[in-house]
């Protein structure tokens, strides 16, 4: 099982967002990205790497999940395609 989550960083030039992934039985972080931005494909790119470092045996069937990512512009959500996050 996998938790997921954002965190806002001040540098001296200006704000980063960093999303991580984490792995709640060995509680290390499997997935993360970091950018100038809060948009979607960065949860995104955190997953996939995720995805990438932890990859399930071929029988396991990867249900890929409808992301929810709140901001204060609103909702966006994201519907990964297999191709995007599991090759």
Known sequence: MWAA???QIRTGEGWLYLAAVQDLFS???VGRAIAEHMRAE????ALTMALAA???PNRTKI???LW???SP???VRRRLRE???CH
């Open 73 to 75: 512009q609103g909702a």
């Open 63 to 65: 249900d890929t999940p």
């Open 68 to 70: 929810v990512l709140l």
């Open 83 to 85: 191709e995007e996050c």
């Open 54 to 56: 932890r990859r399930p």
């Open 5 to 7: 989550d954002m965190k």
């Open 27 to 29: 509680r290390r972080i």
């Open 42 to 45: 960065l949860v995104v790119d």
